[in-house]
Nanobody, 123 residues
Framework: QVQLVESGGGLVQAGGSLRLSCAAS????????MGWYRQAPGKQRELVAT???????NYADSIKGRFTISRDNAKNTVYLQMNSLKPEDTAVYYC?????????????????WGQGTLVTVSS
């Protein structure tokens, strides 16, 4: 019913920048929180940043001041601008959305994950 499609990952040198995008599509009534998570090899998935529909943001301490999350509610899209990248930022980045979908006469909360996009930062 709802899909998240990420783009923008790739290979970059330390100190460089990348911008990730994630577009939601499907029978969406509303999207509350959208966010980015990442999973490095051999590690658990961790929160990177989240943003509410009103624009309130939350960041992991490890990326504060370097990454910026934003969203376009009209396009159901969330972005992650990543600057001053470090090798330790290397991971698969996943988009996440807390959506509300309408099923017949009812509204249902559905959490959706994207397929992930690889970010590799070389030293």
């Amino acid at each position: 019913q709802v899909q998240l499609v990420e783009s923008g990952g790739g290979l970059v040198q330390a100190g460089g920048s990348l911008r990730l995008s994630c577009a939601a599509s499907g029978t969406i009534f509303s999207i509350n929180v959208m966010g980015w998570y990442r999973q490095a090899p051999g590690k658990q998935r961790e929160l990177v940043a989240t943003i509410t529909s009103a624009g309130s943001t939350n960041y992991a301490d490890s990326i504060k001041g370097r990454f910026t999350i934003s969203r376009d509610n009209a396009k159901n899209t969330v972005y992650l601008q990543m600057n001053s990248l470090k090798p330790e930022d290397t991971a698969v980045y996943y988009c996440n959305a807390a959506t509300v979908v309408k099923v017949e006469r009812f509204y249902e909360s559905v959490e959706v994950w994207g397929q992930g996009t690889l970010v590799t930062v070389s030293s």
